[in-house]
């Protein structure tokens, strides 16, 4: 029941420079969340966007939401090294009462 | 608050072999989730439990059973262990549905079976 998916899989760029990642996703929703997962550590949650809403910040976080395209973008702006971890979006599933997470995008930045 | 903790971290398991893995959470979180991450594939919720003594199945329920007898525990089973069941466990909280509420992970069960 794979709802989300991120694109692109993996990322690399420079300190300083600005990360975009994009999840699609296949259904109606209520609303979308972002997570990042440092390697070997549990996921921690970013931002939550609701259906309702088309872009939320949060610090150097942008997330947009078009429910008509069923796509999100998390953007980071100015990144540093300690940004690298990998992002996962995370939507209901098809029945509306699961959390489902697409496969990640894995962000290297590099000093 | 020590938030969302796993016991074991670690475990290594022979084929046929049972085990328990527990995870309990401080924050008084209404709901709690069972997840399992393989290599290059997002996480995959197992079971989940809508509040104390109810449990429900997730989307890869299968091998594995959970009981929520207390509101802060929240347990994962293996029965008869399988080298398909090596992967990553991830308990997760939150206060209410999901859906609406941010979830609050541990750091996590790496768990081998050969």
């Known amino acids: 029941s794979q709802q989300g998916e991120e694109d692109p899989q993996a990322l690399s760029i420079q300190e300083g420079e600005n990360a975009t990642m994009n999840c699609s996703y296949k259904?109606?929703?209520?609303?979308l969340q972002w997570y990042r997962q440092n390697s070997g550590r549990g996921l921690v949650h970013l931002i939550l966007?609701?259906?309702?809403?088309r872009e939320k910040h949060s610090g150097r976080l942008r997330v947009t939401l078009d429910t008509s395209k069923k796509s999100s973008s998390l953007l980071i702006t100015a990144s540093r090294a300690a940004d690298t971890a990998s992002y996962f979006c995370?939507?209901?599933?098809?029945?509306?009462?699961?959390?489902?997470f697409g496969p990640g995008t894995r962000l290297s930045v590099l000093p | 608050n020590a938030g969302v903790t796993q016991t074991p971290k670690f475990r290594v398991l022979k084929t046929g072999q049972s085990m328990t893995l527990l995870c309990a959470q401080d924050?008084?979180?209404?709901?709690m989730y069972w997840y399992r991450q393989d290599p290059g594939m997002g996480l995959r919720l197992i079971h989940y439990?809508?509040?104390?003594?109810?449990?429900a199945k997730g989307e890869v329920p299968d091998g594995y059973n959970v009981s929520r007898l207390k509101k802060q525990n929240f347990l994962l089973g293996l029965e008869s262990a399988a080298p398909s069941q090596t992967s990553v466990y991830f308990c997760?909280?939150?206060?209410?549905?999901?859906?609406?509420?941010?979830?609050?992970f541990g750091p996590g069960t790496r768990l081998t079976v050969t």
């Open positions: 997760a909280s939150s206060y209410f549905t999901a859906q609406t509420y941010e979830q609050y």
């Open positions: 259904t109606s929703i209520n609303n």
């Open positions: 966007i609701r259906s309702n809403e």
């Open positions: 995370a939507t209901e599933d098809n029945y509306g009462q699961n959390f489902v």
């Open positions: 924050m008084n979180h209404e709901y």
């Open positions: 439990s809508v509040g104390e003594g109810t449990t």
